[in-house]
């Protein structure tokens, strides 16, 4: 059993994770109506992750037998200023979620609660990668530039992302 302040904590961290999913469908959205197929695919993958983080969370809950407390999930940006602009945005999204989810550790540490010390650990090593892929596309569209060839091939790179069922 899990403190009601952790799980408090944790029921926050489901709902930032939604928030995550819908903010990514909302870049799918953004640029599939930009005619980015690419991108468009690597924002629905991104928000189908997303989704399962959130029922991560939401089973360990259960598994805790804490109260579950879904919250409204507030509505994501719609529109973008640029391709450059949507994953420098994806950067600093996904650097809010490592903070959280570093907060919650530190949480579950002050607490001595080594389950959901264990549990987090899952998150904060997905944090890494989840930065770094968005600092990579984030510095080939720099690279990029103005040049729509250039953009052309990024987008074809981003088409070629595949869901993976175990993330
Ligand atoms: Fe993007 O890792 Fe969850 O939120």
């Known amino acids: ?82 391709p450059t602009a949507v994953f420098e945005a994806t950067l600093k999204h996904e650097q809010f979620i490592t903070e959280s989810i570093h907060k919650l550790v530190d949480q579950a540490v002050a607490e001595k609660d080594h389950a959901t010390q264990i549990m987090l650990q899952w998150f904060v090593t997905e944090q890494v990668e989840e930065e770094a892929n968005a600092m990579d596309i984030v510095q080939k569209l720099k690279l990029v530039g103005d040049d729509p060839r250039g953009l052309f091939l990024v987008d074809r790179e981003l088409a070629q992302r595949q869901s993976s069922a175990a993330e």
Not at 22 to 42: E, I
Not at 47 to 59: S, V
């Open 1 to 82: 059993m899990i403190s009601k302040k952790m799980a408090d904590a944790l029921n926050g961290q489901v709902n930032k994770e939604f928030y995550s999913s819908y903010l990514y469908l909302s870049m799918a959205a953004w640029s599939q109506a930009k005619n980015l197929k690419g991108f468009a695919n690597w924002f629905s993958i991104q928000a189908q992750e997303e989704l399962g983080h959130a029922l991560k969370f939401f089973k360990y809950l259960e598994d805790q037998g804490a109260t579950i407390r879904l919250q409204a999930i507030d509505a994501p940006t719609a529109t973008f200023a640029s």
